[in-house]
């Protein structure tokens, strides 16, 4: 029975009860070579995997069942938008189901995310209300507000009373008082206890009598003196002391035992001047607030790096692209999902600050000013973060730090250029220039758009104020401002109230800067995304040094060949007979050759397998077909389109299962099928039953509703098939596609890619599982250290590189050791050049290394051994395996 058909080989499935006429039949078929066109011919055995399929999976009948809803099916729905508008609306779809289900399965993370602003706002309000420029509080002068205050004092010569009346005064207030002398009790106190003085003594007071002269009447007088004492800490302990003091006088003089004396400290209110001078130092709520609201908005803006390094650190990013979805389409959709979420911090921004009832945040003009100031720095950090996200590998890695570069380019630069900005450092014509410089920076005009917009909010409420005072004298504008400094002069002479000026404090620079940053940032995104840059910097590298692949003089003959031949063929030929062909392709990662020169087409109806140890460069091989890397050197087609420049086109042909599976955790395995069928066109209802299709098909049926990370690494990896599978592509890539899966799985998927492959596909894969490219590729190269060691087909490469067979005799379990020593014998006469290479107990095991033995002589020898010796129960004879050519080559590979 024939098992498969290639253009350059045949393979038959041999039935093991006519083993008696092989020898007969190999025989002619040796015979008769030359006639046939046989170049040559070998026999395998059958593999332990064949019989785990055949006696021993449960999944026997399943597999039955998958054969009927086979991948290669046409019953299976088709992209229906290839193009067009769409597609595009498709697309969009797509990567608002991603971003959508992204917010879905991690929302508590964006809750805290959308409600860091507000919460900055309600954490800073509070506080800098009390700093803000208000005027000072009325505060009376009382012993009060100090926690249990002793009052010491002492009487000397008291001739007024003033002592008693000092005393009850205390008492009448309910606070302790003691007698004492006050130096001395001082001295001893502040020695003993200096805390409890600190604290409690505030006041104290001594009652005495002083002998003056009166010049007038040429009399001497005795007079009464108080002094009072106070403690050097608090700030109003002074003015306390004198108020009771001027109380008890008072009290005496009035003979009133009820009577007091309210003082109270209340300062007059800021001089317009200072201000003025407030407002410029940032010493303002609203300051604060562009201080406090920037390092809120630092942490903010950063946290949209980590989907997008997540994205591109798992390849999902690339796959999506090699799926087909349009860069644009991409980016734009990204942007606006993230710029809606951002409109709703802003909203719950704005709602916190109208709450507070702020002057300057509370009107609907206040909150609109407000606004534009937030759009315009969304508009100008997005792209910044987008292509911060490149340069980081780990999600919380990249936002700590761009969270740290942005608090510093934003919040720590607006603050020193404040500082700097004071008329004491002279440093104007520096910090002038600073500014507009940093102005380029999102995170910094923001800081600036609020602290400027309030600045202008500020002067002009002290200047309404001001012309109202003067309107109450009856003094216009002009003459108000006759009589004031040069600085109220300049800020309250021009027109106020424009927000939106050049000059500062005006917002117009943040605006137009913010808005140009925003384009040219979103300019470098594009490209880099359309490989642009890439381009450039490495055609200028590799002018200043170029990398050539390098000769390579062990190469097999079948590999100089297909080198030669694609070599000789013009661009056009090898496309028109290729649908994957490529010329020297190599790839330098800095110094190191990863890939070297390969040369190779790969046809419709071949499944062509790269084989090679660890780090041969199989992978990169495939990440520049696939456009993950770029090539040093060396040209490539793939359907006629060229690698280099071509790849959006190329992407709309392949099918990419990467070594890795560039999967997004917090989508479902359906979630994933779908986004990628709307990406490459299919009906959303088209979508679904794909998935379930081909999640029947790969058997992942039961895990299809599960997220990613739920997922077992075998089902994780039929996933990433059944991706590569949608949309019926040209040309599939398999990078160690079963990898993980398990025997049933593998052995149904095999049969899934033949059959692919016989619809006229072209397939490349790479595999370590030697048995899979054996059954499944019309063609393999074995790669070691980035070079084609061998190329060809299997049977070739065994007839080429594995000399040779083995043979395995079963010996009957009642046989004596004489009957043994009887098969023993009579191998070794009839094949001499057979090594006993192992032996058990009902196992004989030969191997012969020289291939000029004819298959149907062994066949002969051993079908007449069963007949004449009654021990030998069975026998089994195949060539080396692929195992032996590929050990062969990958001993050399670097480790
Ligand atoms: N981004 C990179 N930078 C530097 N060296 C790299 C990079 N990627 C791969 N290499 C190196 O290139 C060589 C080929 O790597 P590649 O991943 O292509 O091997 P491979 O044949 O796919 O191996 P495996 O079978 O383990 O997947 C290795 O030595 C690897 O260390």
Redesign the pocket.
């Known amino acids: 029975m024939i098992n498969t058909n290639t253009d350059s080989e045949l393979t038959y499935l041999l039935p093991e009860n006519r083993v008696n006429v092989f020898e007969a039949m190999l025989t002619q078929l040796e015979g008769e070579s030359s006639n046939l066109g046989v170049q040559s011919y070998g026999i395998s055995l059958t593999t332990l995997e064949d019989v785990f399929m055949k006696v021993g999976a449960d999944h026997t009948q399943e597999l039955n069942n998958h054969q009927d809803l086979s991948l290669e099916d046409d019953s299976l729905p088709k992209p229906i938008y290839t193009s067009g508008i769409r597609l595009i609306k498709n697309q969009c779809s797509a990567m608002f189901l991603k971003k959508y289900k992204a917010i879905q399965r991690s929302w508590m993370l964006w809750i805290i995310h959308l409600c860091l602003p507000p919460l900055f706002v309600i954490l800073i309000m509070a506080p800098s209300r009390i700093i803000g420029i208000n005027d000072l509080p009325a505060m009376p002068l009382t012993l009060d507000k100090y926690h249990d205050p002793v009052t010491l004092v002492e009487s000397g010569d008291d001739l007024g009373g003033y002592y008693d009346s000092f005393k009850k005064l205390i008492q009448w207030k309910n606070h302790n008082v003691t007698d004492g002398a006050i130096i001395s009790d001082m001295i001893r106190l502040t020695r003993d206890t200096p805390n409890l003085v600190y604290k409690h003594y505030i006041v104290g007071a001594s009652f005495n009598s002083n002998v003056i002269q009166v010049p007038k009447y040429n009399v001497i007088m005795k007079w009464p003196t108080i002094n009072v004492w106070f403690n050097n800490d608090p700030y109003h302990s002074p003015a306390t002391a004198l108020s009771l003091a001027l109380s008890a006088v008072f009290r005496k003089i009035k003979s009133c035992s009820d009577c007091d004396i309210q003082f109270t400290n209340d300062p007059f209110p800021f001089s317009d001047e200072t201000q003025v001078n407030q407002i410029v130092k940032g010493e303002s709520r609203g300051q604060q607030l562009a201080v406090y609201l920037t390092c809120a908005f630092a942490f903010t803006s950063c946290f949209y790096t980590m989907f997008l390094i997540k994205e591109n650190t798992c390849k999902s990013r690339h796959l999506q692209f090699v799926a087909g979805v349009k860069i644009y389409v991409f980016w734009i959709m990204n942007f606006l999902c993230d710029f809606a979420t951002y409109l709703v911090i802003c909203l719950l921004t704005l709602i916190t600050l109208v709450s507070f009832q702020e002057d300057g945040y509370k009107t609907v003009e206040d909150l609109s000013r407000f606004l534009v100031i937030l759009l315009y720095f969304g508009w100008a950090f997005f792209p910044m973060v987008y292509i911060a996200a490149y340069f980081f590998d780990v999600p919380a890695n990249g936002f700590a730090r761009m969270s740290a570069i942005c608090y510093c380019a934003g919040v720590l630069a607006f603050d020193i250029i404040k500082i700097m900005k004071m008329d004491a450092f002279n440093l104007k014509r520096v910090t002038d220039p600073l500014h507009y410089i940093m102005l380029l920076i999102p995170h910094y005009s923001l800081a600036s758009g609020i602290s400027e917009s309030f600045v202008t909010f500020s002067y002009q409420k002290m200047c309404d104020v001001l012309f109202d005072r003067c309107a109450q004298v009856g003094l216009n504008k002009h003459d108000c401002l006759r009589n004031m400094t040069k600085k109220i002069v300049d800020i309250c002479g021009s027109p106020g109230g424009n927000y939106y000026k050049w000059d500062s404090p005006g917002i117009a620079r943040n605006i137009l800067f913010s808005i140009i940053v925003g384009f040219a940032l979103f300019c470098i995104l594009f490209l880099i995304e359309y490989d642009t840059v890439t381009r450039l910097v490495q055609r200028i590298i590799f002018k200043f040094r170029p990398r050539y692949p390098i000769e390579n003089t062990d190469e097999d003959s079948d590999v100089t060949e297909e080198r030669r031949r694609i070599r000789d063929m013009t661009t056009a030929e090898l496309t028109t007979t290729y649908d994957l062909a490529v010329k020297d392709l190599t790839k330098y ?2 110094k ?1 050759l ?2 070297n020169g390969l040369c190779l087409g790969v046809k419709r109806y071949e499944c062509f397998g790269l084989l ?10 495939f ?1 520049m077909m696939t456009g993950d890397e770029t090539m040093t050197y060396g040209e490539g087609w793939i359907k006629g389109y060229r690698l280099r420049t071509e790849m959006r086109q190329v992407h709309r042909v392949i099918g990419y299962c990467p ?1 890795f599976d560039a999967l997004l955790d917090d989508m479902t395995a359906r979630e994933t099928i779908v986004m990628f069928s709307l990406i490459k066109g299919f009906l959303p209802s088209d979508a679904n039953y794909l998935a379930e299709r081909l999640s029947q098909d790969l058997d992942f049926e039961a895990h299809l509703d599960k997220q990613v990370k739920q997922m077992s690494g075998g089902n994780k990896r039929k996933l990433s098939t059944a991706i590569a599978l949608i949309g019926d592509p040209s040309i599939l890539f398999f ?2 596609p079963t990898s993980g899966m398990d025997p049933a799985t593998k052995h149904f998927f095999r049969g899934a890619v033949c059959k692919i492959r016989d619809k006229g596909k072209c397939i490349v894969l ?1 595999s ?1 599982a030697l048995e899979e490219c054996e059954a499944l590729c019309t063609r393999l190269a074995i ?1 070691v250290n ?1 070079n084609f060691k061998c190329l060809g087909s299997v049977q070739h490469l065994k007839n080429k590189f594995a000399k040779g067979c083995t043979f395995s005799i079963k010996i009957k379990k009642d046989a004596s050791d004489v009957s043994t020593r009887t098969i023993e014998s009579y191998i070794e006469e009839n094949l001499p050049t057979a090594n006993l290479r192992e032996k058990h107990e009902d196992l004989l095991t030969y191997s012969i290394s020289n291939s000029d033995v004819a298959w149907s002589k062994m066949f002969g020898v051993l079908e007449e051994g069963r007949r004449s010796i009654n021990e030998i129960e069975d026998y089994s004879l195949g060539q080396g395996s692929l195992e032996q050519v590929f050990l062969s080559f990958t001993k050399k590979q670097n480790s």
């Open positions: 990662y800095k190191f990863a890939v090679g140890a660890n780090g041969a460069g199989k992978t990169t091989t990440k070594q990078d160690e790479t370590h790669m980035g």
